[in-house]
């Protein structure tokens, strides 16, 4: 019954690599979010989505695209990754925009 | 100078203590406030939701909200060795779901 998951758990890949990152919601929430954590612990947003329109989209690279199949769905591809990539990624949702967000577990995402 | 400012630790304590958590910051907008605790390797959790100033408190918890000094802070009492954990602060206005977060206070509380 977990809340926000993603998978997969670690992602360990080389340079240049194309990856996906899935989230999934089973709250009803009608915003997800993807977030990076860096090495020093910070969380920053990098896109939000609501009812499968992007609300938010911070100055993050080109080769980062959120897709939404449907409401429940928040998945993060990465195009040609790079050795800054590295970090843990969170999805996240909320029921409304401009509410509490729930996190999901991370991906820890390490390119070699 | 960052827009959400917190002390990353560590902190160390022993079972039972008085802990203090703060963050402080910039814009005099923000008027949510939240703290999220994150264990090693897991996702943060929402502990405390809070609008404008004021107290809040939940069981062991007490969140309060200084907005004239921009200031807020988590009190936990009676500390305990689960709660070893880093604590982030977040805020956001009030018509933007763009949270900003602080770098988190790491804490670790002894038996």
């Known amino acids: 019954d977990t809340a926000v998951s993603q998978t997969p758990k670690y992602l360990v890949t080389q340079m240049g690599n194309d990856k996906s990152i899935k989230c999934e919601q089973n709250?009803?929430?009608?915003?997800m979010y993807w977030y990076k954590q860096d090495s020093k612990k910070f969380l920053k947003i990098m896109f939000s989505?609501?009812?499968?329109?992007?609300?938010i989209n911070e100055t993050v690279p080109n080769r980062f695209s959120p897709k939404s199949p449907d409401k429940a769905h928040l998945n993060l591809h990465i195009n040609s990754l790079e050795l800054g990539d590295s970090a843990v990624y969170f999805c996240?949702?909320?029921?409304?925009?401009?509410?509490?967000?729930?996190f999901g577990p991370g991906t820890r995402l390490l390119v070699l | 100078q960052k827009e959400v400012e917190q002390d990353p630790g560590p902190l160390s304590v022993p079972e039972g203590a008085i802990v203090s958590l703060n963050c402080t910051y910039s814009?005099?907008?923000?008027?949510?406030f939240m703290w999220y605790r994150q264990y090693s390797r897991k996702g943060p959790e929402l502990l405390m939701y809070?609008?404008?100033?004021g107290n809040k408190e939940d069981g062991r918890f007490t969140a309060q909200v200084d907005k004239s000094s921009k200031y807020i802070s988590l009190f936990i009492r009676d500390s305990q060795p689960s709660d070893s954990a880093t604590y982030l602060c977040?805020?956001?206005?009030?018509?933007?779901?763009?949270?900003?977060f602080g770098a988190g206070t790491r804490l670790t509380v002894k038996p």
């Open positions: 996240a949702s909320s029921p409304q925009q401009q509410e509490t967000q729930y």
């Open positions: 709250l009803g929430h009608d915003t």
């Open positions: 989505y609501n009812n499968k329109e992007l609300i």
């Open positions: 814009n005099s907008a923000f008027q949510y």
């Open positions: 809070t609008y404008s100033s």
């Open positions: 977040a805020m956001r206005l009030y018509n933007n779901n763009d949270m900003r």
